[in-house]
């Protein structure tokens, strides 16, 4: 996630909406279950973040056009995040994550479709704080670095 610190608390009102939904229950557990949305058509009317991404991008060698569609598809991106956090302890008991975004087919090379549709999903469940546990993964998962994912945290 990028940080919210370089925008100003009014962009920040204007593209974040927080919703507290109905309480739930995560494996027995009572939680608040809080949305928020994250409007980045808004974020990017910040200069703030407009100049950051044209200079990310053009660091790594993306020639103006495709610098102009990066940013048209961010324009119209919506994340949303759910978080379950424990009425009782306040511990953050899980997070699902998803957005849809339209990627231009100049983003995508030669020979690329005019434009493809994605759609991202992702949840944490937490439990058994401060246990250790063993995870296995299935053996036809694709498995990426972070850094190959998302080259600006470097």
């Not at 593209?15 to 980045?40: C, K, Q, W």
């Not at 808004?42 to 993306?62: E, I, K, P």
Request: proline share 5%.
């Amino acid at each position: 996630m990028m940080d919210m610190s370089q925008f100003s608390p009014e962009v920040l009102q204007e593209a974040i909406t927080i919703t507290r939904l109905a309480d739930s229950d995560a494996d027995g557990t009572p939680v608040a279950v809080f949305e928020m949305v994250i409007n980045y058509g808004v974020l990017l009317s910040s200069t703030n973040l407009s100049d950051m991404l044209d200079s990310m991008y053009g660091t790594a060698g993306m020639d103006q056009e495709a610098i102009d569609a990066a940013l048209a598809m961010l324009n119209d991106m919506e994340i949303f995040v759910t978080q379950y956090i424990g009425l009782e302890d306040s511990y953050n008991y899980g997070m699902d994550m998803s957005m849809d975004f339209e990627m231009d087919g100049s983003m995508m090379g030669d020979g690329a479709p005019d434009s493809a549709s994605f759609s991202f999903w992702m949840s944490f469940g937490m439990s058994d704080f401060n246990v250790p546990v063993d995870i296995e993964l299935p053996e036809d998962i694709m498995i990426m670095p972070m850094t190959q994912m998302m080259p600006m945290g470097r």
